[in-house]
């Protein structure tokens, strides 16, 4: 299944997200982690030193190899310059798994060791003001879109997205990618701000958001968290001193992160399993082709000077049961 952690900046979105993923590593599950946060910061939160964390490959920088690989033999996209972040797989493209070896990992994907297990590590690579804001060919969260949006992804496998609730992923439809979105937000106006707007673009989709409180200490701070946002508030998290320790250099064992944050990281898995459960991979086609051939009219067809409402594949559902060209 496909996660993302959003929220306001510094709210704490790669704290939780690299928690989420270390419980899910301890777990034995199969996990993808991407950052795609404009603060690229998931690697040391999961542990990378410096160096290490400097060393990963950018997806950004490796888009033309992933959309080579991607389109395969679909005839319907002639070239990886038509090829745009929003452009669908069709027959004759090729899918991504979670458990597998394929160019795309080789060349965008490192494993992090963790307590119990190895993840995946992918990262969009370091913004430039150039790709804020703007719907651009270019824009660094484009690899990921492409990634998802070809990933054939089943239960007890994950996807754990670390990212921006920027205008960007409003435009290209890569909010809607998730089977379930968790807004992280301090007791505060600023904090749940971010969740109303959220909310607003999430309804129109179909879009499960829940909320995870952050920095919660206390009662009121749990009253303030439900008066703003209702039954939208999933668990709260309080101040961590594992996590704090981490911040020293100084990780102790995954296994003595506070009681208190295990149970709230098992409680993110099970509302995540649950709505994996929903997932209908026809719907899920449909909205990616819809945000295509939205791009495609705004600023797609002119950028590439192809008409590529012509990329879409009418009877392509993507699923798991899709077997894609290898
Ligand atoms: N529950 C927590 N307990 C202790 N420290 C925390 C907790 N949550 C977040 N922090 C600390 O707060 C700071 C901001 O958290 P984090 O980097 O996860 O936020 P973010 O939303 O990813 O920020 P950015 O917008 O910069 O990417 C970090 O120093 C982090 O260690
Ligand atoms: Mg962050």
Redesign the pocket.
Known sequence: MKIA?V?????????????FIRHLAAAGAPVVAIDA???Q??GP?LGLDEADAAALPAMGERLALIKDYLRGSNPRIASAETMIKTTPPGEGSRLLRVCEDNPVYDACARPVELDGGAVRLMVTGPFTDADLGVACYHSKTGAVELCLNHLVDGPEEYVVV?M?AGSDSFASGMFTRFDITFL?AEPTRRGVSVYRQYKEYASDYGVTLKVVG??VHGQDDLDFLRAEVGDDLLVT????????A??KGRPPRFEFLEDA?HRALRRLRTAADATYELRDWEHYTRQMVHFHLKNAQTWGNERTGADLAAQVDPSFVLGEGVTAAV
């Open positions: 952690f929220g306001k900046g510094g709210s704490g979105k790669t704290t939780l997200s690299s928690l946060d404009i603060n910061h998931l939160a670390d921006t992280v952050n920095k998290v309080g101040h961590s001193d594992w996590v704090r981490l911040e944050n």
